[in-house]
Nanobody, 121 residues
Framework: QVQLVESGGGLVQAGGSLRLSCAAS????????MGWFRQAPGKERELLAV????????HYTRSVQGRFTISKDNAKNTVYLQMNSLKPEDTAVYYC??????????????WGQGTQVTVSS
């Protein structure tokens, strides 16, 4: 059974950094692309970053480009989201997701449980 377990959320001051982790079980990065989403109160879920191992490609949404970095550790089967220069508007629940290669990210195959990130001003 595929499981994605996030960790690393918390409270941080504006300008600070956090690193989120997503440990994947029963899933291989060679057959799934990995992504990070977030959802703020009253807003739609937003896709932030995608890592496709097979193609070696990484994509970011404009709002986090240059501040957030997605990476992976194959040995630990874990994906990370390094978040720097955090702003209060980054406050949200952050989700890890996995999607079959070539499929749309409108409906990922698997989701993590989410981790809260709160950025104080």
């Amino acid at each position: 059974q595929v499981q994605l377990v996030e960790s690393g959320g918390g409270l941080v001051q504006a300008g600070g950094s956090l690193r989120l982790s997503c440990a994947a079980s029963e899933l291989t990065f060679s057959t799934y692309a990995m992504g990070w989403f977030r959802q703020a109160p009253g807003k739609e879920r937003e896709l932030l970053a995608v890592y496709t191992s097979r193609r070696g490609s990484i994509h970011y949404t404009r709002s986090v480009q240059g501040r957030f970095t997605i990476s992976k550790d194959n040995a630990k089967n874990t994906v990370y989201l390094q978040m720097n220069s955090l702003k209060p508007e980054d406050t949200a629940v952050y989700y890890c997701a996995a999607q079959k290669l070539g499929s749309s990210w409108s409906s990922p195959a698997y989701w993590g449980q989410g981790t809260q990130v709160t950025v104080s001003s």
